[in-house]
């Protein structure tokens, strides 16, 4: 009779059979996770630009209706306040965005207690930092339209829709982190919708730029309020002071850090308008601001993409190399085809807003051509944020920073938006080569430091 135990013995060349079974099940997840990545930051990235094509379409009606409707001055005051609230925020972003990303991207009692935490800080900074704002910068709508109206009730108003604001933003990447991204676009949508339905109220109201400054700040200050009390229908918690996160210290050091190169990174993107609000007529700031709404919007793409690269790419697992090479692809891709509409398309602007905005017509096509350098510039910003890269990162943003700042700041004064648009196509150049320069070097310096297991190897390899 046969052993019992013979049915038991394993076969030749068994272990080797199931151990090729079990590479190649590896190898099947390695796949599915990394076509997940890819999967996850092409949703996210593509959400984001349709957001940033709502916006920009909401933006331009809005315009457009408004120059219609009212004096060019009239509209030069309220985007001037508009333009000084979104500077506002962005002083007091604290570099949240960035570590909410990294630090509250789960729906972990720590998660849910650093976004708490971040919602009082924001909330603290925006009143600080609009009231530094406002007493130091002194623009000349601020007292010809806030301080007309009401000293205090001005502030008050100016405060809030900057509050509310700077809420939006952490909400969206709460929302992000989450994988939430219908949530974001609606609340893009919602918000450009409201902007357009509330244009046509108080035509006659003798604080016209008043109103016109609340329809363009007010649906997104609202927005963030509504997310804060919201979101955690989304993340499934509720709002909490405490225990004190494991990766407190981590997190706050981490958004210092990332609000310094914030602050660097985004300053042109916030400043360059104010340098232009404080040194030109409010009819001239009027046509700045049609072209720098286009501008902006369209510059936006980039960073949403490297925003969706910060999220998905802090993740654990996470092919950021890989990630990268697809998201420069869409950056690049989308920003040239924007600067070849633009330039063929200029004085479609002439037409749409009138004779009086040509000047906003002339100064559009090369604006927009900074797009490329600009795509460049945030997505190595974001590979250098993922992987830690401290000294790249404040490299990268100084010089983003000092190349566009500093020129403006000679130039506006003596040739007004021409000069605009000159510092803001140099000084992206400069900032996109020395980008492509750190990020190569860095690379190559890992590499030889740490091997193919390093941060520059197994983890970011694709």
Excluded: C
């Excluded at 207690?113 to 900074?125: M, N, R, S």
């Excluded at 990162?393 to 506006?412: K, N, S, Y």
């Excluded at 990020?439 to 297991?453: E, I, K, N, S």
């Amino acid at each position: 009779m046969t052993d019992s135990t013979s049915s038991a013995t394993v076969a030749p060349g068994a272990p080797e059979i199931a151990a090729d079974a079990t590479d190649q099940t590896a190898a099947r997840r390695t796949l599915r996770e990394r076509g997940g990545g890819h999967r996850h930051l092409i949703t996210g990235s593509s959400v984001l630009v349709l957001g940033a094509a709502a916006q920009g379409v909401g933006g331009m009606v809005f315009s457009l209706l408004v120059a219609q409707l009212d004096p060019k001055h009239t509209f030069g005051d309220a985007t001037a306040l508009y333009t000084s609230s979104l500077f506002v925020v962005y002083l007091a972003g604290l570099g949240l965005p960035v570590a909410l990303a990294r630090y509250a991207a789960d729906r972990s009692t720590d998660a849910h207690t650093i976004f708490t935490w971040g919602v009082l800080a924001t909330a603290a900074a925006s009143v600080v930092a609009s009231a530094g704002y406002l007493a130091i910068a002194r623009p000349q709508a601020a007292e010809d339209v806030l301080w007309n109206w009401h000293p205090a009730g001005g502030f008050a108003v100016f405060t809030l829709v900057v509050v509310g604001s700077a809420w939006s933003l952490i909400v969206d990447v709460r929302a992000m982190t989450m994988r939430r991204w219908g949530v974001v676009l609606f609340r893009i949508v919602a918000v450009s919708v409201a902007k357009i339905a509330l244009v046509h109220l108080g035509q006659t109201s003798d604080h016209r730029s008043l109103l016109l400054f609340l329809y363009l700040g007010g649906p997104v200050a609202l927005s963030g309020a509504l997310g804060v009390a919201f979101i955690n229908r989304t993340t499934g918690g509720r709002h909490r002071l405490g225990p004190r996160p494991t990766n407190a210290r981590a997190a706050a050091r981490y958004s210092g850090v990332n609000y310094l190169s914030t602050l660097a990174y985004q300053a042109p993107y916030f400043a360059l308008p104010v340098i232009v609000l404080l040194n030109v007529s409010n009819t001239v700031n009027s046509s700045f601001y049609v072209a720098w709404g286009i501008v902006s919007i369209a510059f936006y793409v980039p960073s949403a993409i490297g925003q969706a690269l910060l999220a998905e790419g802090g993740k654990d697992g996470a092919r950021v190399r890989s990630q990268l090479r697809l998201a420069m692809v869409l950056a690049v891709g989308l920003m040239a085809a924007g600067a070849l509409v633009t330039f063929l398309g200029r004085e479609i602007v002439v037409m749409a807003y009138g004779e009086g905005y040509r000047d906003a017509a002339e100064i559009l096509p090369l604006m927009m051509a900074a797009g490329v350098p600009w795509a460049l510039t945030s997505l190595y910003l974001a590979e250098a944020r993922i992987l830690h890269r401290n000294v790249a990162t404040v490299a990268i943003t100084v010089t983003l920073t000092v190349a566009i700042i500093g020129p403006a700041l000679v130039l506006v004064p003596d040739q007004g938006i021409e000069g605009a648009k000159t510092a803001w196509l140099v000084g992206n150049l400069v900032a996109a080569a020395v980008a492509v320069v750190l990020t190569a070097v860095t690379r190559r310096r890992d590499a030889l430091g740490q091997g193919d297991l390093s941060e520059a190897g197994q983890l970011n390899n694709g």
